[in-house]
Structures are given as structure tokens and as C-alpha cells.
């Protein structure tokens, strides 16, 4: 648990807004963020995240990189025929922030995190009636629960990108997906570690200069224990009943990780 003396600190004002977002009392000190991240695709490659899990069923080697560098940005490929080690699902996802060879950074109970990034969603990345995420903040570890997830998921045969605290049952936000696809999409999300309680979560994507959606929820339990990792790519299960899945790919450019200070 957050001491109080840490939560006052950590929820001073940034330009007034980002503490209220956090949920987190104001002080007279004015936190800032700091940039501790900025990893360029071309010049960093796949050594921008703590680990890489390409296939790691070696389910389809023809298929193999499915994780990549495409000038500065990352690509994601999946194939339908792709297979994790459950085999009832699939996975090509990237995890953490590292910052060198032997480094890595950790985000721990108390502190407030921003990560940053453009998103462009073909329209053969489609919503499905079982989870597709496309991030995830998780304890790392085989078997952890996933504590925040970014999905595209099939609503009353709507296609829609929502943002959920999967563990509490809490939605956070929801918006239609078509009007974002093929194009770059911009993501802002902002997260306190804090356990019961002591957590709170933002979320935001913008479409050129216009927020399509800015949601925020505080109060809430954004910790299982140990740290949160961020991942990235696709996860999705093949218990789609729409007929969505195929063959497609995602990328992710300009990746930067900030820390609320």
C-alpha cells in the first residue's frame, strides 16, 4: 500500500489536470513528467522492450518474424493459422520498456506512469466477439491476470476499442472502431500503481487533433503485486463467433514512457 506522504507527492498538479486525472490530492510541489523512454524503431529495433515473444509455440515458422521492424515502426504481424502455447488462442506481443542492454525500467506500487504512442489499425484487424487486446499492463510471470486491457471487441455486432480493468469488471471507456481504422490514431494512457484502492487508470485517443475519447477512473486496484509490465501486439482467442479473424497486422510508432515526478 502507498504511504499517504507518497500519494501527496506523487499527486501534485501538472498544469492542474493531470493530478485531478490520477486522482490524486494536489500539493503545493508541481510534479512533472519525465521522459524516460523514447526508443526509435529503426535505430533500436526490437532491443526497445524487455522481451519479445514471437511465436513462441514455433507454431508457424514460414511466418516467422512475426514481430518486426518496418522503417521506425513496429509490425505485428499475426496469420490465422498461428498458434500460442495454448492453442486456443493466439499471441505476438512485446513487453516492458528498456532503456539498455541490462536495463529495464520497473513500474512499482506508488508511482505514476504515461506511455505515449501512434496506433495505425488495419480494417483486417477486426473486433471480435472473444478478446482481442492489443494492450495490456500485467504482473510478469506465466499464469498472472491481466490488471488493464486495451481490446477490440464486437458490442451488439458493433465494432468498438474499449479500455477495461478486467480483474474489477470495470469498463472504462468505449468508442466505435471503424472511424479509426487505416490511419494513424494517437494513445495516451496514464496509470497510478496502487493497490485497493490507491489506483486510478486514464485513458485517451485522439484522431489528428481531435479526442475521440478521454476516460478516467480512480479509486481503483491497478496492482497485483511485485510490478506492472506493459505489453503490446495482438492476443486474441480463436472462440470468435463473428467470423472475424484474419490475417492482418498492427503497428506502433513514436513509443515514449514518461514518470509522473
Known amino acids: 500500500m502507498t504511504n499517504p506522504s507518497r500519494r501527496a507527492l506523487l499527486g501534485a498538479a501538472v498544469g492542474g489536470a493531470v493530478a485531478a486525472t490520477a486522482g490524486l490530492p494536489a500539493t503545493a510541489h508541481a510534479a512533472s513528467w519525465k521522459l524516460r523512454w523514447s526508443p526509435s524503431a529503426s535505430g533500436d529495433g526490437l532491443g526497445a522492450f524487455e522481451t519479445v515473444e514471437d511465436d513462441r509455440a514455433d507454431s508457424h515458422p514460414a511466418g516467422q518474424p512475426h514481430i518486426f521492424v518496418e522503417g521506425d515502426n513496429f509490425r505485428f504481424n499475426m496469420h490465422t493459422v498461428d498458434r500460442d502455447t495454448a492453442t486456443d488462442r493466439q499471441r505476438q506481443e512485446v513487453t516492458g520498456l528498456r532503456t539498455g542492454s541490462g536495463s529495464y525500467l520497473k513500474w512499482l506500487p506508488g508511482e505514476t506512469w504515461r506511455v505515449t504512442y501512434r496506433m495505425y489499425i488495419p480494417d483486417s484487424l477486426k473486433a471480435t466477439t472473444s478478446f482481442t487486446h492489443i494492450m495490456q499492463m500485467k504482473q510478469?510471470?506465466?499464469?498472472?491476470?491481466?490488471?488493464?486491457?486495451?481490446?477490440?471487441?464486437?458490442?451488439?455486432?458493433?465494432?468498438?476499442?474499449?479500455?477495461?480493468?478486467?480483474?474489477?469488471?470495470?469498463?472504462?471507456?468505449?468508442?466505435?472502431?471503424?472511424?479509426?481504422?487505416?490511419?494513424?490514431?494517437?494513445?495516451?494512457?496514464?496509470?497510478?500503481?496502487?493497490?485497493?484502492?490507491?489506483?486510478?487508470?486514464?485513458?485517451i485517443l485522439k484522431d489528428g487533433a481531435s479526442a475521440v475519447i478521454d476516460r478516467s477512473k480512480s479509486g481503483v486496484d491497478t496492482l497485483l503485486a511485485d510490478r506492472v509490465r506493459p505489453k503490446w501486439g495482438i492476443y486474441r482467442s480463436l472462440g470468435d463467433t463473428s467470423g472475424s479473424l484474419r490475417d492482418t497486422h498492427l503497428l506502433l510508432t513514436g513509443m515514449r514512457g514518461h514518470q509522473l515526478v
Request: charged share 20%; no cysteine.
Open 140 to 203: 510478469p510471470g506465466n499464469g498472472t491476470s491481466p490488471i488493464v486491457v486495451q481490446s477490440l471487441r464486437r458490442v451488439s455486432g458493433v465494432q468498438t476499442i474499449e479500455l477495461k480493468l478486467p480483474v474489477a469488471g470495470i469498463l472504462v471507456g468505449r468508442t466505435d472502431l471503424e472511424p479509426l481504422q487505416n490511419k494513424w490514431i494517437d494513445v495516451d494512457f496514464r496509470i497510478t500503481i496502487g493497490d485497493g484502492t490507491s489506483g486510478s487508470v486514464r485513458w
